[in-house]
């Protein structure tokens, strides 16, 4: 969202240009989350990339964060946003971009709201899990996942001393990022390492009172202080339905100038499908 912002004053200045988001944060170093975690980033402001004061000076693009999509009305071109106090603003536009990236899957299952279980998203989630294994001296986690960032958080939470356990449905680790002769050999450096990596393995519930204690899964239960979901994301465009606008498996489907199917309304990142090069 900030690059399309950015590229558009860039060609034209007299553009007026609005960027809006969920979040008080628009520029972040996502893959660093884990690294502060572990404690290799120090500091929650080496994660940021550019504050909105920053980006405005710097583009002149006006930046209004605490702002949430809950609405396109593409008739009247019109989106409505909600605050956090739950006021509703209703914006209009000539040219729109969503770029309203993804939300980490949670699975419906018993427990996923319990103290100590998070996902990784956001510099706050990582402020908030760090917080959390030094309020509660934590000493064991599970981690639900073992995609790149599962893997990521498994590791920085060994080097914090955490017993951890990583648990994934598929039969490896690294499913559709390595080769199974790759993940076999990663696996057993990994449990060199004293991880313990169960693959093939579901996870049923989260057990605790207020608080994780433990994990049920198709292995038997786990031992847990802290639980950390990372089974993938989906698309952020729930807000989109009833628009008409062309969504396969909830991604927004583009052309080859990220155009959607609606006039006027284009799509970017993890919320839009891409064009891939070589097919």
Do not use: W
């Not at 940021?48 to 980006?55: A, D, H, L, T, Y």
Request: glycine share 12%; aromatic share 6%; charged share 25%.
């Amino acid at each position: 969202g900030t690059k399309a912002a950015a590229k558009i004053k860039r060609e034209d200045r007299s553009v007026q240009v609005e960027i809006y988001t969920k979040s008080t944060d628009i520029s972040y170093a996502g893959c660093g989350l884990p690294y502060f975690v572990g404690g290799d980033i120090e500091t929650r402001e080496e994660l940021i990339v550019n504050s909105p004061e920053k980006f405005a000076s710097l583009t002149g693009a006006a930046v209004h964060t605490g702002k949430e999509a809950i609405g396109v009305d593409t008739g009247a071109k019109t989106v409505t946003f909600r605050s956090a106090d739950g006021l509703t603003e209703i914006v209009g536009y000539d040219k729109l971009i969503v770029a309203t990236g993804a939300a980490p899957i949670v699975p419906g299952i018993e427990g996923v709201g319990l103290k100590g279980v998070f996902t990784v998203r956001t510099p706050d989630d990582a402020v908030a899990i760090r917080d959390y294994i030094e309020k509660n001296d934590c000493k064991k986690a599970v981690v639900v996942g073992a995609g790149f960032i599962g893997m990521e958080m498994a590791e920085n939470l060994t080097a914090r001393k955490l017993s951890v356990t990583v648990v994934d449905m598929l039969p490896q680790i690294l499913p559709g990022i390595l080769d199974s002769e790759m993940a076999g050999f990663a696996a057993r450096e990994l449990r060199k390492g004293g991880m313990k990596l169960l693959t093939g393995v579901a996870v049923s519930a989260i057990r605790g009172e207020s608080a994780v204690s433990a994990v049920a899964t198709s292995a038997g239960e786990l031992a847990a202080d802290l639980v950390i979901m990372s089974i993938g994301v989906r698309p952020a465009t729930a807000f989109l339905t009833g628009t008409g606008i062309e969504m396969d498996r909830g991604a927004i489907v583009v052309d080859e100038y990220q155009k959607t199917s609606l006039e006027d309304i284009y799509a970017v990142g993890d919320c839009a499908l891409v064009r891939n090069r070589v097919t």
